[in-house]
């Protein structure tokens, strides 16, 4: 990628005269930083790998819940979900329960600066209505994103203006979200396989420590794999999408996932499992490049998944409000971080409050119900999660090491 210079963020003016970028979200679900360009050894994510040569790699982006929902809600904000009332996991469906006075969905801060607004789940040229459902069923995964919104709110009103890609064109500058399931437990997951030229081999694997070494769980765990590769193949068909239409130069893309992996220890578990994601973002060639924005550059600072947020506003040229918890992490008004926060509350009817933050180094985890053991029953996981009545089974039969039983353990610090 070419930049046609350097200027901060915060010195562009908000004007319409100004050639403002559009701004694309590729958001996956459910997956942590498990790909080639993040150095993983048994997966191949050529698409990823060349949006990280041309665009900058950040290696310690966290979420600030390892569930969707929570994640979701603070995302769209740029606030804490604890902030905003949002932590538990697919709250406030039924009541009507809305945001607390001054904050408001990004799609609102970037519509009053003359943005389009979409949450793609048309990615074809059709003039047919269809859902993503639909289309999964008729074998077109390509042309499809889930245009999942799942927030722990009500919004009044339409939060974006359309769910077709073949509108953004002709409305730009625009900001537009497609949202991929592959890495989530579903369908998309369970043939994965088959939508890849080398899935994973179970047998051959490298699995983390804490898992057992068992076919079940090697199963489990290359199919996991093999679902970032599947995501792959779609992140590659929208980067197709915006070069034939002649948006790539003008589109700053952001690749980032709603939490970590979704497999034993990961979603909806604090620890770095749950809550570390990858974050791509590549600039495109004809706006000028924000200070120090260097493609192929990778970054360790931390960043919140709420600082994307903030970030996408200032790429605007929209002043993020002084309430937005979020920080600009790109331009010579970027706000490093010491810390990233993130908490875990009710997740389904499993009911829990944990706070942690992280350094660059180190993560603190406070569990205000120490008496619950880690691995809680939880209908959605014992039926999602083979590792988990495997774990059951074998720490029963006393086959489990030490680090795989603490997972059992009745109580937790």
């Known amino acids: 990628m070419s930049c046609a210079g350097e200027v901060s963020i915060d010195d562009r003016a908000p004007s319409k005269d100004l050639d403002k970028p559009n701004i694309l979200w590729i958001i996956a679900e459910d997956l942590g930083p498990e790909l080639s360009a993040y150095g993983h050894p048994e997966v191949q994510t050529p698409n990823l790998d060349q949006l990280a040569l041309n665009g900058v790699r950040y290696t310690h982006a966290f979420t600030t819940s390892p569930v969707c929902s929570s994640s979701r809600s603070a995302f769209m904000t740029g606030m804490y979900q604890t902030t905003i009332g949002a932590h538990n996991h697919r709250s406030?469906?039924?009541?009507?329960?809305?945001?607390?006075?001054?904050?408001?969905?990004i799609t609102d801060w970037l519509r009053d600066a003359d943005y389009f607004t979409g949450n793609i789940v048309d990615l074809t040229d059709s003039d047919e209505e269809f859902h993503y459902r639909?289309?999964?069923?008729?074998?077109?995964?390509?042309?499809?994103?889930?245009?999942?919104?799942?927030?722990?709110?009500?919004?009044?009103?339409?939060?974006?203006?359309?769910?077709?890609?073949?509108?953004?064109a002709r409305n730009e500058p625009f900001y537009a979200q497609v949202n991929f399931p592959e890495t989530h437990r579903g369908p998309e997951w369970e043939n994965a396989h088959k939508q890849i030229m080398r899935p994973a081999n179970p047998s051959a694997v490298s699995m983390p420590?804490?898992?057992?070494?068992?076919?079940?769980a090697r199963a489990d765990w290359a199919q996991y794999l093999n679902s970032i590769m599947?995501?792959?193949?779609?992140?590659?068909?929208?980067?197709?999408?915006?070069?034939?239409?002649?948006?790539?130069?003008?589109?700053v893309v952001i690749f980032m996932s709603d939490?970590?992996?979704?497999?034993?220890?990961?979603?909806?578990?604090?620890?770095?499992?749950?809550?570390?994601?990858?974050?791509?973002?590549?600039?495109?060639?004809?706006?000028?490049?924000?200070?120090?924005?260097?493609?192929?550059?990778?970054?360790?600072?931390?960043?919140?998944?709420?600082d994307v947020s903030a970030t996408t506003l200032a790429?605007?040229?929209?002043?993020?409000?002084?309430?937005?918890?979020?920080?600009?992490?790109?331009?010579?008004?970027?706000?490093?971080?010491?810390?990233?926060?993130?908490?875990?509350?009710?997740?389904?009817?499993?009911?829990?409050?944990i706070r942690t933050v992280r350094d660059d180094q180190y993560r603190y985890i406070r569990n205000y119900y120490p008496e619950q053991g880690l691995l809680q029953?939880?209908?959605?996981?014992?039926?999602?999660?083979?590792?988990?009545?495997?774990?059951?089974?074998?720490?029963?039969?006393?086959?489990?090491?030490?680090?795989?039983?603490?997972?059992?353990?009745?109580?937790r610090p």
């Open 259 to 306: 939490h970590g992996r979704a497999m034993v220890r990961g979603k909806q578990w604090p620890y770095d499992s749950g809550l570390h994601v990858p974050l791509i973002v590549r600039w495109p060639s004809e706006i000028p490049a924000p200070k120090g924005f260097t493609a192929g550059a990778i970054e360790d600072r931390l960043i919140a998944s709420i």
């Open 134 to 168: 639909e289309v999964m069923e008729g074998g077109f995964a390509d042309f499809a994103g889930t245009g999942k919104t799942d927030w722990n709110f009500h919004y009044e009103g339409e939060p974006f203006d359309t769910d077709r890609w073949s509108d953004l």
């Open 315 to 353: 790429i605007a040229g929209v002043v993020p409000p002084a309430k937005m918890q979020g920080q600009v992490f790109l331009g010579e008004g970027a706000s490093p971080r010491a810390y990233v926060f993130s908490g875990r509350d009710r997740g389904d009817e499993t009911i829990d409050r």
């Open 209 to 216: 420590p804490y898992y057992p070494d068992h076919p079940e």
């Open 377 to 411: 029953l939880n209908r959605y996981k014992e039926f999602s999660y083979p590792m988990i009545p495997l774990m059951r089974e074998l720490h029963e039969a006393g086959q489990l090491t030490s680090v795989q039983a603490a997972l059992l353990a009745p109580s």
């Open 92 to 105: 406030h469906r039924e009541d009507n329960y809305p945001l607390p006075d001054g904050v408001r969905l």
């Open 230 to 251: 599947s995501l792959d193949r779609k992140v590659g068909f929208v980067l197709n999408r915006l070069e034939e239409d002649g948006l790539a130069d003008r589109t």
